[in-house]
Nanobody
Framework: QVQLVESGGGLVQPGGSLRLSCTASGRTLASYAMGWFRQAPGKEREFVAGISRIPRTSYADSVKGRFTISRDNAKITVYLQMNSLKPEDTAVYYC????????????????????WGQGTQVTVSS
């Protein structure tokens, strides 16, 4: 069992930055691909960014060039650096772990992830 806890959300003005963290308890994240998803009110949960066991990364088109995902397996933590934030980035952000036998494997689909955090609210508003 992997328990994930997100932190770092908050209120930020347009153009600002936030860094989200996701820390695991129970076991190392070395066997998992990791993803960040978000869900805005009235919308479906959507893929934001992902990172494989060997750090291959993938990003949604809407965040490319603005967000950066990274991982530190030794510290069992995954990060999402969010720059140039826009009001449309407002959502609850979730960290997720996908059991992954392929070092390069990485899914962008919600239903392929095995463990989820409780979410952290990000609000971009002036």
């Amino acid at each position: 069992q992997v328990q994930l806890v997100e932190s770092g959300g908050g209120l930020v003005q347009p153009g600002g930055s936030l860094r989200l963290s996701c820390t695991a308890s129970g076991r190392t994240l070395a066997s998992y691909a990791m993803g960040w998803f978000r869900q805005a009110p009235g919308k479906e949960r959507e893929f934001v960014a992902g990172i494989s066991r060997i750090p291959r990364t993938s990003y949604a088109d809407s965040v490319k060039g603005r967000f950066t995902i990274s991982r530190d397996n030794a510290k069992i933590t995954v990060y999402l650096q969010m720059n140039s934030l826009k009001p449309e980035d407002t959502a609850v952000y979730y960290c997720a772990a996908e059991r992954q036998g392929d070092y390069w494997g990485l899914s962008t689909k919600v239903n392929e992830y095995d463990y989820w955090g409780q979410g952290t609210q990000v609000t971009v508003s002036s």
